[in-house]
């Protein structure tokens, strides 16, 4: 592998350089459908917090966070049928 010629690409990658939203490892998150979220994976499309208790006593954060999962429950539910 020392010995294979590199491109000299931006990046060393062909195309379009890719958008990172989040930090390279984001494992376990609460309610997301995958152990794993890819950096490639916006923000908007996974829930603002790791832990459920930084919406406990926050009225206006748990409307929030309600709004959110209904809104993945509803998308989910579109895939499946």
Same mark, same amino acid.
């Given at each position: 592998?020392?010995?294979?010629?590199?491109?000299?690409?931006?990046?060393?990658?062909?195309?379009?350089?890719? =958008?990172?939203?989040?930090?390279?490892?984001?494992?376990?998150?609460? %309610? #997301? !459908?995958?152990?794993? +979220?890819?950096?490639?994976?916006?923000?908007?499309? =996974?829930?603002?917090?790791?832990?459920?208790?930084?919406?406990?006593? %926050? #009225? !206006?954060?748990?409307? +929030?966070?309600?709004?959110?999962?209904?809104?993945?429950?509803?998308?989910?539910?579109?895939?499946?049928?």
């Amino acid at each position: 592998e020392w010995t294979t010629p590199v491109e000299h690409l931006h990046g060393n990658w062909p195309g379009e350089i890719p =958008t990172v939203y989040r930090w390279p490892y984001d494992y376990s998150k609460p %309610n #997301a !459908e995958e152990d794993f +979220i890819p950096q490639t994976i916006p923000f908007s499309q =996974t829930m603002s917090s790791n832990m459920p208790h930084d919406f406990e006593g %926050n #009225a !206006e954060s748990e409307r +929030i966070q309600r709004e959110w999962e209904e809104q993945r429950a509803a998308a989910n539910e579109t895939k499946i049928n």
